[in-house]
């Protein structure tokens, strides 16, 4: 945001009067930053079913070295799959409207 209301010279001045050590510190953390957001998705969505998903992806991901996009949308794929062909899988769909429940029909609702 202080690049943009500054502009990028004024930003470029202040970073380049930093420090070493706090250079060094940034450099340290944001090579750190990709490891500890995977250790949070994980800590997220870890379970026994999961784990599976979680290790073909990154042997996908590593053996055929596929782009991360063809991965996602394979992924997304495979989840909408999994969902929508559980087996006993119940339709939850609610079908009247909070106007119903209220009392009212729609046309009553949308007059008034």
């Known amino acids: ?18 420090p070493e050590f706090v250079i060094v510190g940034i450099d340290a953390v944001g090579a750190m930053l990709p490891a500890v957001g995977l250790a949070m998705l994980i800590n997220l969505m870890w379970s026994g079913k999961m784990a599976f998903y979680f290790f073909f992806g990154f042997a996908v991901m590593v053996y055929m070295n596929l782009p991360i996009l063809f ?16 087996p006993g899988k119940k339709d939850t769909t ?5 106007v119903e429940v209220a009392g009212q029909s729609e046309e009553e609702a949308f007059f008034s």
Not at 1 to 18: C, E, N, P, Y
Not at 94 to 98: D, G
């Open 1 to 18: 945001m202080a690049a943009v209301a500054f502009g990028g010279d004024v930003v470029t001045r202040f970073i380049a009067s930093l």
């Open 71 to 86: 991965l996602a949308i394979l992924a997304a794929f495979i989840a909408f799959l999994v969902i929508t062909l559980k």
């Open 94 to 98: 609610v079908k009247t409207s909070l």
